[in-house]
């Protein structure tokens, strides 16, 4: 009898680790646009989030490789994990970073939101996998929904919000690329390993971009409060979520995981309401509302 407790507790205790990741993950966008309010340019506050993730990424690889059952890695799965190390962690979220200088933090986090519209769209047009009229009603919400939001925000802040919507849909449609190749690659390799690795990758990527195109010298010029949200986007919007969907996933199924999981844009509207002085209001609630509706139809109708 004392074990039927503890396995009650599993999915409990997975949509709570699923809930904290959404909410630290959906933090990423008000955590940037705090940053931007100290001059730092898109390129350098991504620099600083990989090189502050790098060692936590290093120090998750050693664990899995210590604790985890897993296969060696195969030299065609290593360059699999480059290339997508490239466009789900780097370029993703490299474009992600240039929307954030022009558009809300509840925008970019709705945008993003839509990636598995994405997926099932190119599913579709590369593999031929059938597109239900479950997944059509779904996709029509999701993106009734993002016109509801856009048109409010055109109408109401500064700035090209086309721009950087557009930025930030691309950096969906990167990341929606990233999860179809990821797939089955996932499975061979583990989950944990798989994200660290890719995320050294990205790591890698970025320091790059950064010493190609910018002086060196320059950050290690930025405001003290600069590199504060570089560690805090390191460890609380980079790799505490990998760690605690990864374990939430396991405890608690894809599919209601999934469910959970959209308490993140919603938490992005509260955030960014509180630390950024984000309006909220019934036309924004509503298109959230929709955009939740669409991806909770197409993430229900998966198998966990």
Known sequence: MASVPAQRSAPWSGAVLVAIAAIAFSGKAVIIKLAYRYGVDAVT?????????????????????KNLPQAPLAAADARHIVVLGVVGYYLS???????????????????????????????AALFGRRVTGRDLV????SYLGIALVFG???????????????????????????????????????????ASYAGLVSCAAVVVHYVVTRDVHAIFAQPVQVYGYGVLMAVVSTVLPIILTSEG???????????????GPVATIFL???FLDEAIT???????????????????????
């Not at 970073?97 to 839509?114: H, P």
């Not at 055109?154 to 797939?183: D, E, F, K």
């Open 93 to 123: 979220s490299y474009f992600d970073f240039l929307g954030l200088q022009y558009i809300t933090a509840a925008l970019e986090r709705l945008l993003l939101f839509v990636h598995p519209t994405f997926v099932v769209l190119l599913s």
């Open 45 to 65: 506050l991504l620099t600083l989030r990989m090189v502050f993730s790098a060692p936590l990424f290093m120090v998750v690889a050693a664990w899995a490789a």
């Open 152 to 194: 409010h925000d055109v109408m109401t802040q500064r700035g090209n919000v086309l721009l950087g919507s557009a930025w930030v849909l691309l950096s969906a449609l990167l990341y929606a690329t990233y999860l179809i190749g990821s797939g089955r690659l996932v499975h061979r390799v583990g989950t944990l390993r798989f």
């Open 138 to 141: 779904a996709i029509a919400l």
């Open 272 to 274: 960014g309401a509180i």
């Open 282 to 304: 019934a036309l924004q609630l509503a298109g959230a509302a929709l955009v939740l509706a669409g991806i909770l139809a197409i993430s229900l109708g998966k198998k966990s």
């Open 249 to 263: 996933i396991k405890r608690l199924g894809a599919s209601h995981a999934s469910i959970v999981g959209a308490v």
